[in-house]
DNA sequence: TCTGGGGTCCTAGGACCC
DNA sequence: TCTGGGGTCCTAGGACCC
């Protein structure tokens, strides 16, 4: 039988920014989306105030003004870096990891059952070490399915098992768990997110272990095959495995609202061709080839009172392609078509997809020798990419992307790359 | 003034094939 | 009077996740 680990950081964002940063000690810290629009992570200083995940910041001023909140813009340079430095440490503790998200990873421990302390005692060695040589503080889940072990996660985080960070399922014993699984809301269960915890509700389940409970079948017609293996998971069977080799993408997107709104063309292809850079560069990182270009553009949706557009469009490729060049040419062409003038442009964003790897490349009927040309655009996009690389994104670029591009997005109060750029190094003064 | 971004999986229904 | 059966592929839309 599997058993799974689930171990997740602690409020993440807010906790990285605070592991460089000595004067936020204590302090209640919000982590703010892109443009700094909501809040996407918050501390414990924060969580206790009542304050929920997801509102947009403006409304929080006056509450941050009263309790010192302090806000910080996004800064995915150190949260992938710390997040790669806790994924170190845990691979160490298992030979079979899934890194599940930026702040989650699944660890599979058949086999450990017999270290000092048991499954939780190794689970707390993981929360040492990390706590130890990272200073940031892991949840540990374990239990024998994925589903279980993100539940398990849950309770040590809400201290459900009177457990310190740590609670293992597999050592609780069955009455005791199905009390437990009775005063947990059937909405924190993974896979259970806000329109089935509504349908659930209209047939009486209400808990965990109502669902847990329930006729597989009657939920499996009802919904999907999807909650069915939820309900499985529940029961203990293992119908979801770790997932330990991340999948070459299907689709990849770039979008971003923008700073502020735009209202000509020209605007609108800068930040188009900006954006296919970015997916292109995603592209050529998993040696895929692109088939075909999506384009969306649209006025700001929460001003209804403002005239409304939004459209978007697909083109396939004649013939697949990670040419930077190739597709802003597509990209743009879709642009002109679903352009109209008089509306004031609030968010754009390109999806490539139709992906295959690069090896298995179909040539169009009418390619006339494209062998050379290829070679040429394939030699360029990586000479184009280890610039970029070295001497940071955007360093070589299509003119197509604009140089004055006043529509990016806000960033007030972005700390230092402290892990990542010499410039943000921490510097320490002996008094 | 101000409201994120990037994904996956499943299902239903339509077009089409023999 | 009476109009099959078994399939694949694609797309759009809806659900979920972080």
Redesign the pocket.
Known sequence: MPVFALV?CNNFYASCEKLFNPRLLNRPVVVL??????V?ARSAEVKALGIPM?V????L?DDARRHGILAFSSNYALYADMSNRVVEVLSAFSPNIEV?????SFLELSGFENSPGGLAGYGSEMRQRIADWLGLAVCVGIAPTKTLS?LANHCAKKNFAGVDGVCDFTTIPPDDLTKLFGKIEVGE?????????A?LGAMGIYTVSQLRDSNAETI?ARF???VERTVRELRGVSCIDLQEVV???????????FGQ?IYDRAGLEHAVAT?IA??AE?LRAQDSLAGAVQVHIRT?I??PEAPQYQRAI?V?LPEATSDTRVLTLWALSVLRRIYRAGYGY??A?V?LSNIVPRGSRQFSLFNTGGGAGLDCSEKLMTAVDNINQRYGRGAVRLAAEGVEKDWQ?RRGNLSPKYTTDWAGLPVVRAK
Request: hydrophobic residues 30%.
């Open positions: 997740d989306s892109n443009n700094d629009g909501c996407v997801g947009p910041w403006f409304k001023k599940y998200s930026i702040d989650e993100k269960v993974w896979g259970v997110g806000r329109k089935i915890t349908g499996r999907s095959v999807v999948p070459d993408k299907q689709q990849i997107m770039s979008s971003r609202s709104l954006y970015k997916a995603k700001n929460f001003k697909t396939p609030h968010k964003g999806m997005m």
